[in-house]
Each structure stands twice: as structure tokens, then as C-alpha cells.
């Protein structure tokens, strides 16, 4: 194989070939930024328009506007997101994946988990595969997963892991590509935060059904998140303001509480970590309900970060320099030289004496 081929080969499996799935991935249901996802979406946001508009309750002449415009969709901060969700597709091939198979072979699965406990108390009868049980198995992973993001979430606002979330953060404008604003490594620690409490749920779930049971899908993803991602999921980040009101949002997470969460007011602050639900910032004091009538929000993290995450680059490499800077302030440097006492003074005796040592 010559040289070429060999370079052809590289940049096609770390490059093209990712760049591509990513594109394609538009069009199927398996993740939130489909098309189907983004219509459904959008489609809510026109229906909005049109109640507003009759009402008199909104500036906007167009629906173009009512979604921000050129001055949202085009904003810098926009394409770069856009640029960055393809850049993604490589930063998984080139490092995440790559990470999380070296750890994940000392993570329990749900094999390891269902051995565990027939050992411990016996074999479980084989209950039989049907559609409720398939609904309940599919109920109870959307549950854990919601929960273990809604900790993940958490824990990358605390003060060591904030640089990379702050990454997602960042962006002064909301469009759905913002969703993929994500620094590689809190995707890192999000699959393997997710296989290791999974793992657990179904190693628990299938002990009691007696053997493995799969869970309930629509076109190929689990059911639940196939609802949650057609009811205008996409407009979490945007600036369409769509609340669901203050008793469904104490259960059920609205765009508007997520935009609350990315609001640089300190009344906003650690608020909505919910992804699908906001039923654990009830549980955990951390909800923020909102109400119909909009409120004035700037997002982003402050005017002094407004030129720091203008590049992909700066996306990548920026989390990195501030947490290494936090660890030098918090271990200082000290130079040696601080911690010896004071040399003595020179007097004209010593002075003489060094003298008659000089050759």
C-alpha cells in the first residue's frame, strides 16, 4: 500500500467517514437534532407565532424573527456551533471513544450485575417477554438515565469540572446545534456515568424477570425518548419562549426552564439541571418555574467571556488552561529561595579573611 492510500485510508476512517454519520444522523431518529425532531419542533414554535401574533403578544412581523432572525441564527456564536457539531463527530472517534473503552472494562454491566444476584439469592423464574413489560423495562432506563444526567449535570457545575461545562455555556445565542456544544470530556464522563448506572437498573430489572428483557421502541429509539425529543425538545435552546406553567413544570422540564438554566442573572443561577425532567430539582431544591409571560434573559457567561470561545479551538482547549490555572492558584509555586534564612552581612573581618583564601 503506497503512501497516498494510506493517507486516504486515515483521513477517511478519522474524518470523513465521521463527518458524514454526523450529517446523516440528521436524518434518523437517534438523536434530538433530526429532522423529524427539528420540524416537530419548530412546527410548536409556529403555532406560538401565530397565538402570539393574533394576541398582540409579540413584536415579531415574521416567523423568521419570532425565532430570532439572522441576528440569532447567524450569530457568530451560532456558526460556530454549527461547525462544532461536525467537529464532534471527530473528537469522538479520536478521543472519546477511545478513552471510554480503556475504561470501560472496569465498569459492571448488567450481565455482571444479574450473576451477582443469582448468587446471592437463587435463580429468578423466566416471566415472559410482553408489551407491558417491555414498556416498564423502557419506563425505568428513562428514569435512570434522566436521574444520572440530572447529577452529571450537577457535578460539572461544582468548581473543578465547571471550565468544561462552561464550555456548553458559553454561547451567547441559543439555536438547537447548541445542544452539541459539548467539551469531550463531559461526554467522556456522561457515557460512562450512564453504562455504570444502566448497568445497575437492568442487572436489578432482568434478576427479577428471570432473564433479559428489551425495551419498547419507535422507529428504532426507546419510546419514551421519542416522545420527549417530538415535543419541541429543540426549542430548549433557542429563544422561543414556550412554558408548560407552574404545576407540569414541578414534573416535566419546558424550554423555557432551560433557558432559565444558560440565564447569566444570579437569581438563575444552578437552576434546571433537568434534561427531561424536572421532577429531581423538585425532589433536590433546585427548580426554577416559570410562567407565560416571557422573561427578559441574556445568556452566555459574562461580558469577560464573551471573546474566549470564539473558535473551535478555544472550545477545546480553553476548559484545560483555566483548570490548570485554578490548580496553580491553589497549589502556588514556591521558590526555594523563600524558605532559606537570610544570608549573614558581610563585615570587613570576613571580608579579609576571604581574601587570604583567594588564590
Known sequence: MDALSLFYQQLSAWVITPVANQFLDIFNFNGRFGILFLCASYG?????FRFRKQRGLTD????????????VNLHRSALLDYRYYFVRAILKVALVLP???????????????QAFFSNLWGARPRLGEGLSLALL???GVFLVKDFVHYWLHRVFHSRWLWAFHKV???????????????????????????????????????????GEVSRYTL??????VFIFNSLAAN???????????????????SPAQHQIHHSDAPRHFNRNFGINLSLWDW???TLYVTRSQPEVLRFGTGEQDHHRYLTVYSLIVTPFVETARKLLATFPYRNPRATMPPMPAITDEVERQAAKERP
Open 283 to 285: 425532589m433536590f431544591g
Open 60 to 71: 415579531a412581523r415574521t416567523f423568521w424573527q419570532f425565532i430570532g432572525g439572522s441576528q
Open 44 to 48: 410548536v414554535a409556529y403555532g406560538l
Open 219 to 224: 422507529f428504532g429509539v426507546t419510546y419514551l
Open 137 to 139: 423495562y423502557g419506563l
Open 99 to 113: 478513552i471510554v473503552h480503556l475504561v470501560d472494562p472496569y465498569i459492571l454491566r448488567s450481565g455482571d450485575y
Open 235 to 253: 426549542l430548549r435552546h433557542t429563544h422561543v419562549w414556550l412554558s408548560f406553567g407552574p404545576v407540569v413544570e414541578h414534573v416535566l422540564n
Open 168 to 210: 456548553h455555556h458559553s454561547a451567547p445565542v441559543l439555536v438547537p446545534a447548541t445542544a452539541s456544544r459539548l467539551h469531550f470530556v463531559e461526554k467522556i464522563v456522561e457515557k460512562l456515568g450512564l453504562t455504570a448506572g444502566v448497568g445497575l437498573f437492568a442487572g436489578g430489572f432482568w434478576y427479577a424477570c428471570g
